[in-house]
């Protein structure tokens, strides 16, 4: 089993930044891509960025040139700074981790098999 705890979320303004965190702890070998989704009200939980064990980065198109994932294997950690940020993307915000890898890409919503409990993120106009 593999263990996710987010944190970084909070409130701020249109144009402001948040950095979120999420700690891997358990069996974090069986570990091959991980990613950050999120969840509006009344919206499905989308994808937002993933990287895998190759360092291939994928973003969603309204991340793009906002939103930075990166990751600590020393400290098991997985970073999303978040820049520029707008109301649209208020949402509850969640690490999840996939054993699954793939050359040059990250896997669909469906192959993460471990998932935080998420960390909510609000901004105000």
């Known amino acids: 089993q593999v263990q996710l705890v987010e944190s970084g979320g909070g409130s701020v303004q249109a144009g402001g930044s948040l950095r979120l965190s999420c700690a891997a702890s358990?069996?974090?070998?069986?570990?091959?891509?991980m990613g950050w989704f999120r969840q509006a009200p009344g919206k499905e939980r989308e994808e937002v960025t993933c990287?895998?064990?190759?360092?291939?980065?994928s973003y969603a198109e309204s991340a793009k040139g906002r939103f930075t994932i990166s990751k600590d294997h020393a400290k098991n950690t997985l970073y999303l700074q978040m820049n520029s940020l707008r109301p649209e993307d208020t949402a509850m915000y969640y690490c999840?981790?996939?054993?699954?890898?793939?050359?040059?890409?990250?896997?669909?919503?469906?192959?993460?098999?471990?998932w935080g409990q998420g960390t909510p993120v609000t901004v105000s106009s």
């Open positions: 999840a981790a996939s054993r699954l890898y793939l050359i040059h890409s990250c896997p669909e919503k469906a192959d993460f098999a471990y």
């Open positions: 358990g069996d974090t070998f069986r570990v091959a891509s």
């Open positions: 990287i895998n064990d190759d360092g291939t980065t």
